[in-house]
């Protein structure tokens, strides 16, 4: 990369993919300590009410009993229910969940309900006549504080379900972009890294020495020439929004089911004719192919398995942990295996087939580093089922 303006572009690009990444995780968190805050303030209200609505049902029997003042006890139960009904409206501000919402209005529902079961009551007791009122206050009375009861614990898990689900997104988002952010700026600065002249540019193919040799022949002494211009071969490009996007999907990914999509969307970035995703068993013996692009299923079955020690770039990358290259000829295609690294160890190896000597070019080796490491957080051994799948 010499052209300062493209030097430029990526550098921006990869300064803004770390800005947004670092914004989005910043808004992120602070909505989490909000959503805490709000969880906890719904927690401790959701609780006091829950005590009150026993405090009740405790308060109103005494109606019934010998020797208790009844005054007193009206008196209690009124205070209570009072206190009930401000807390309510406080508890349903600090509701997001719909659920929650509903159980709170049913216990509004069962307390309205059991005012009017405690003033029939109260007249029963003033006129003595303690029989109807123990059949209302240990019946009606004990259903409708055990529904009030039930409804704020219904009210409760409901809100903390919500609130745990919405944290659970905002992580996942949080990881998706941060996944992609450091897939970009990792491209980018691979891109931006200087480098020496290759190989290719320094070296004169031997067809055009002989051309100018023969130059020399057929103009003869004093005609100055100007030196051969190598011509070399096309070099490819990556699309940074696809690796980008690619990288946010595998982030995201939830089954396997998805993993074949996202590998031919890898072989479209790589410039890849065909991806097998090699895994390695829990002996680390062997490694077994999982998900397969670009081959027929006929060829695909006949794949088998690797051995460890097995001579050939998938298994070297694999027992060395470092991508390996095999270079095109006149018959096949070159090939790049990049090992799926995980804390633990390898864990398997992406085997790409390369076109147009792909194998060859760092900014294609460096995809499928990134891409490599994307999928390394995804798989682990395989199951004789996901081999199954991925040969049939």
Known sequence: MTSLSVRLTLLVACVAAIGYAAVLT??????????????RQFNAA??????????????????VAVGQGEDFWFARVAAIVADLHEKLPILKSLATAPEAVIAIDDTSGALQDFEQMDRRARDYARNNQLTLASD????DGLDLTRKAGVSIERA???????????????????AAALAGAAALATLGLLLLLPRGRTRDEEHVPPVATAALEALDDLEGPGIVKEP?????PARSTVDLGGLAALCVELAKIQETRA????????????????VVLWIADPDGRELSPIVVHGYS?????????????????????????????????????????????????CVGVMAAEMKDGGEQQEVLLAAATIV?????????????????????
Do not use: C
Request: avoid cysteine; hydrophobic fraction near 45%; aromatic fraction near 4%.
């Open 46 to 63: 959701a609780r006091a009410i829950s005590l009150s609505v026993a405090e009740l049902r405790a308060a109103q029997q005494p109606y």
């Open 372 to 392: 490599a490491s994307q999928l390394a957080t995804l798989v682990g051994p395989p199951s004789t089922r996901a081999k199954s799948e991925a040969v049939g």
């Open 297 to 345: 299923p006929q060829l695909a079955t006949r794949f088998g398995t690797i051995g460890r020690d097995a001579g050939n770039v998938t298994a070297l990358a694999y027992r060395t942990g470092l991508l390996q290259t095999m270079k095109s000829d006149a018959v096949s295609n070159g090939a790049v295996a990049a090992p799926l690294v995980t804390g633990g160890g």
């Open 228 to 232: 051969p211009v190598p011509v070399l």
């Open 156 to 174: 409760l898990a409901a809100e903390l379900t919500s609130r745990d689900a919405l944290v659970g997104g905002l992580r996942r988002k949080e």
């Open 259 to 274: 993993l074949p999509a996202l590998l031919e969307r890898a072989a479209g970035v790589l410039h890849a004719s065909g």
């Open 26 to 39: 910043w808004s992120s968190e602070r909505h989490i300590r909000l959503t805490d805050d709000s969880s």
């Open 136 to 139: 209302l206050v240990f019946t």
